[in-house]
C-alpha cells in the first residue's frame, strides 16, 4: 500500500501554529461541516486536518496567488522554483536582490508568483513576509548555517492534494467570517494583539491591522457562534483580548509559547497565549 506523504506547510508565516498544533488539535470538534479559515497565513492547522471541504480566505495577494497556484499547477510552481534555487545557489545575495525587486505585478503567470513568494521566504530574514505602505516586499536575506530547502518537491505535491477540496478566496475576514453556517469549524489566526512595542508585527499587508479590525472580528465572530457554529480562536494573552471575547458565550484557555519573530531579540520569550472557543446552545 501506497501512503501519501503528510502535508505540512509549505512556507513559515509570523505567529505560524506548527508549534500550537498539539493544543489546537485537541479543541477541534468531533466532527463539522465546512473547515473556514479566514486568516490563512501558514495554515498548519488546515494541512494537519486536511478536511474534505473547506474555504481558505487570506486578504494578502501574494499568498493567494500562491495558494492557488499551489492547488491548481503545483507542477509548475515546482519548475519555477527549481530554476530560482538553481539561482540563488549560484548568485547569492545578488540574485536575492534582484527576485526580490520584480514587480510581482508584472508577472501574469500564476506558478512565476507562487515560486517567487517561496523563494523570498524560504530565503529572507527569519521567515518574515513583511511589505511596505506601498505593498513592497522589503525583507533582507537571512544568513543561514547551512543552505535552505527552497524546493521541497514532495511537500509541495502534497499541499497540492490536500487543497483540492478547498475553496480558495482572496477577501477581507468580514466577507468571508460573514459566510459561516451551522456546525461549520471556524479556526480564527488574526494578527495578535500587540503584547509590546516590540512585540507587534501586523505588517502582513500594507494596511495592517488594528484595534478597530480586533473590534470588529469579536463582534463577527459573537455572531457566527450564535449561529451555531464551532469556533477556535487564538490571540495574545492579555485583559484587551479577555475584554472582547464575554465568558457567557467563549472559554478562554491559557497556553504558553515561545515567539521568535520580533525586532529585539531579547523579547524572544516564550508569552502567554489564548486559545478562546465557543459554540451556540
Known amino acids: 500500500m501506497v501512503v501519501e ?10 505567529g505560524g501554529k506548527s508549534k500550537l ?18 486568516f490563512l ?3 498548519a492547522l488546515f494541512f494537519a486536518l486536511s478536511p474534505k471541504r473547506a474555504v481558505l480566505s487570506d486578504i494578502n495577494p501574494s499568498l493567494y496567488a500562491t495558494y492557488r497556484a499551489v492547488q491548481a499547477n503545483v507542477e509548475g510552481v515546482i519548475d519555477s522554483l527549481k530554476a530560482l534555487e538553481e539561482g540563488h545557489v549560484r548568485g547569492g545575495l545578488e540574485h536575492y536582490l534582484k527576485i526580490r525587486a520584480i514587480d510581482e505585478a508584472q508577472i501574469s503567470d500564476g506558478a512565476s508568483i507562487a515560486a517567487r513568494m517561496i523563494y ?8 518574515l513576509w513583511r511589505v511596505n505602505k506601498k505593498g513592497k516586499f522589503n525583507v533582507p536575506m537571512g544568513r543561514f548555517a547551512s543552505p535552505p530547502t527552497i524546493c521541497d518537491e514532495e511537500n509541495l505535491r502534497a499541499c497540492s492534494g490536500a487543497l483540492q477540496g478547498a475553496d480558495i478566496v482572496l477577501g477581507d475576514f468580514r466577507e ?3 459566510r459561516a453556517r451551522k456546525r461549520d469549524f471556524v479556526y480564527l489566526d488574526p494578527p495578535y494583539v500587540p503584547m509590546s512595542k516590540t512585540a507587534n508585527f501586523t505588517a502582513y499587508t500594507k494596511e495592517g491591522f488594528g484595534m478597530t479590525d480586533q473590534q470588529d472580528l469579536a463582534t463577527l465572530t459573537k455572531f457566527v457562534v450564535d449561529r451555531g457554529a464551532h469556533v477556535l480562536l487564538s490571540n495574545a494573552g492579555n485583559s484587551t483580548v479577555s475584554s472582547l471575547y464575554p ?3 467563549f472559554k478562554i484557555e491559557e497556553v504558553s509559547m515561545r515567539r521568535n519573530i520580533n525586532c529585539v531579540s531579547e523579547g524572544r520569550v516564550s508569552m502567554v ?7 451556540s446552545r
Do not use: D, Q
Open 41 to 43: 497565513g501558514g495554515g
Open 247 to 249: 465568558k457567557t458565550m
Open 21 to 38: 498544533l498539539p493544543e489546537l488539535l485537541k479543541r477541534v470538534p468531533a466532527s463539522y461541516g465546512v473547515y473556514r479559515e479566514p
Open 273 to 279: 497565549e489564548y486559545l478562546i472557543t465557543g459554540k
Open 120 to 127: 523570498l521566504n524560504k530565503t529572507c530574514f527569519n521567515g
Open 5 to 14: 506523504p503528510k502535508a505540512r506547510p509549505f512556507i513559515k508565516w509570523a
Open 176 to 178: 468571508t467570517l460573514s
